[in-house]
């Protein structure tokens, strides 16, 4: 499995502890998310909650799907 985009949300990258232990994670080293800066930080309460933000999460997601 070779992903090109990663999500991940905000509360896993604080018990991480910080966006700079993302490395940690076994393996994630060798994906292209990692080597090409795919890597899409969510906030968590976009994923428990269905209403007037989800228009937002869609658009986070789009943006790190397609940065260009």
Same mark, same amino acid.
């Given at each position: 499995?070779? +992903? ?11 018990? @991480? ?8 994670? +076994? ?5 292209? *998310? ?12 976009? @994923?428990? *909650?269905?209403? +007037? ?7 986070? @997601? ?7």
């Amino acid at each position: 499995m070779n +992903p090109e985009v990663i999500i991940l949300t905000n509360h896993s990258i604080e018990e @991480l502890g910080g966006f700079d232990k993302i490395n940690t994670i +076994p393996g994630i080293t060798e994906t292209d *998310a990692y080597k090409n800066h795919g890597i899409v930080i969510i906030d968590d309460s976009y @994923l428990f *909650a269905i209403g +007037p933000r989800v228009v937002e999460v869609v658009f986070e @997601l789009f943006n790190g799907f397609y940065p260009e």
